[in-house]
């Protein structure tokens, strides 16, 4: 089983719409959470960290369920400006080093 | 501020070549990493550094060495270069006050 799991998509959806991604992790001793976003050939850049009781930036709220070992993204009325790969991304181990999803690929359309 | 900086861009190598990735920050971090990042495999995790003169290895570090004599900056040398090492390479480093990780733009290698 791989580290971090998401659904690779792609996610097409019109502007306006709510999308929701999820991942799974393997590594229940993991110690925090994140979504990172990546626009095309450009670095990843953080989205928000994922916290315990659920957290809301805007129109993106994220959801950790740590019983589950589930993460969940949610965007709310979709703007083209979405478009990019989103990062499911923990950290955990003995370093604390970052597992990074491979992605999940969203196009918002006109 | 300039962040995360890495040169070149952009390289092109011929396989057995050997050349340095440069990777430099201002934020006075004291974690760095490399990663690689290829279609359909995500971001893999290839050296990093928790502090100046203290380097390990990550997920994939055969065909890389890393040294970090400054806290600024962390390069990373390929010694015999392969077309398997084709990929973009981001550098990062993280902001422990606030679990922040920083990438670099990245450099685009090619190994023919």
């Known amino acids: 089983r791989k580290e971090v799991e998401q659904d690779p998509g792609p996610f097409n959806v019109p502007e306006g719409a709510t999308v929701a991604f999820n991942c799974t992790y393997s590594?229940?001793?993991?110690?925090?959470f994140f979504w990172y976003r990546q626009d095309c050939r450009k670095e990843p850049k953080l989205l928000m960290s994922?916290?315990?009781s659920g957290n809301e930036d805007g129109r993106f709220t994220a959801q950790l369920n740590r019983a589950s070992q589930y993460i969940s993204l949610l965007i709310r009325d979709s703007k083209l400006s979405d478009s990019a790969t989103y990062l499911c991304?923990?950290?955990?181990?003995?370093?604390?080093?970052?597992?990074f999803g491979k992605g999940t690929k969203l196009s918002v359309k006109p | 501020n300039a962040g995360v900086t890495q040169t070149p861009k952009f390289q092109v190598l011929k396989t057995g070549q050997s050349m340095t990735l440069q990777c430099a920050q201002d934020?006075?971090?004291?974690?760095m990493s490399w990663y690689r990042q290829d279609p359909g495999m995500g971001l893999r995790l290839i050296h990093y550094?928790?502090?100046?003169?203290?380097?390990d290895q990550g997920e994939v570090p055969n065909g890389y060495n890393v040294s970090r004599s400054t806290t600024e900056d962390f390069p990373l040398r390929l010694l015999s270069a392969a077309p398997s090492q084709t990929s973009v390479y981001f550098c990062?480093?993280?902001?422990?006050?606030?679990?922040?990780?920083?990438f670099g733009p990245g450099t685009r290698l090619t190994v023919l």
């Open positions: 550094s928790v502090g100046a003169g203290i380097t």
């Open positions: 590594n229940s001793a993991s110690q925090s």
């Open positions: 994922v916290y315990s």
């Open positions: 990062a480093s993280r902001d422990s006050s606030t679990d922040t990780q920083y």
């Open positions: 934020m006075n971090h004291e974690y």
């Open positions: 991304v923990v950290r955990g181990g003995s370093q604390g080093n970052l597992i």
